[in-house]
């Protein structure tokens, strides 16, 4: 890789990991996120973890992988709700951009003609609202919610085109 590229690919990991202090982001955040249930089921866990803190971040964790955020390989039909099949890549419309999707995936329904588009948003504000979407998205709004809560937490992204949330525990250190 040259060296202005990777200069380039730094810099904006930089700017990225800027975005989760904007505190409207993260007042949006505290919104979505069931704070008091959370503290409730971190407080009342029988088989908590030595602090609450790090109990807080398992409670989070349970609530967003089951109830809050959507995995998708592949969407589902818009129309239908069927089974779709990738066709390539759109032009991201001027709202995609808005929310930084800069990729579309284009989908195409097993059963009916109808095309889904699935942007893949790397704002995580925008990803509380569509609670969808595969590492990259999981991890970027992942993390959102780990800073709105006052949780040390980075986002990680490697040379293989993997992303994923890191957090620091003063328990476990």
């Not at 709700?81 to 579309?104: C, F, W, Y």
Request: proline content about 6%.
């Amino acid at each position: 890789m040259a060296t202005d590229e990777l200069r380039k690919r730094l810099d904006s990991y930089q700017v990225d990991a800027r975005k989760y202090e904007d505190p409207e982001l993260q007042e949006k955040a505290l919104c979505t996120i069931p704070i008091d249930i959370l503290h409730e089921r971190a407080a009342s866990n029988p088989s908590a973890k030595p602090s609450f803190q790090d109990e807080l971040i398992v409670q989070l964790l349970r609530w967003f992988k089951h109830d809050f955020f959507k995995w998708v390989n592949e969407p589902s039909c818009d129309f239908c709700q069927s089974k779709t099949k990738i066709l390539g890549m759109a032009p991201p419309s001027q709202e995609d951009i808005s929310h930084q999707a800069n990729r579309v995936e284009l989908y195409e329904c097993i059963n009916c003609p109808t095309h889904t588009r699935f942007p893949r948003y790397n704002c995580p504000g925008r990803l509380l609202d569509t609670r969808a979407g595969r590492c990259g998205e999981w991890a970027n709004c992942f993390t959102l919610c780990c800073r709105a809560l006052g949780v040390e937490a980075r986002i990680v992204y490697d040379w293989t085109d993997h992303v994923w949330t890191e957090i620091y525990s003063e328990d476990q250190q």
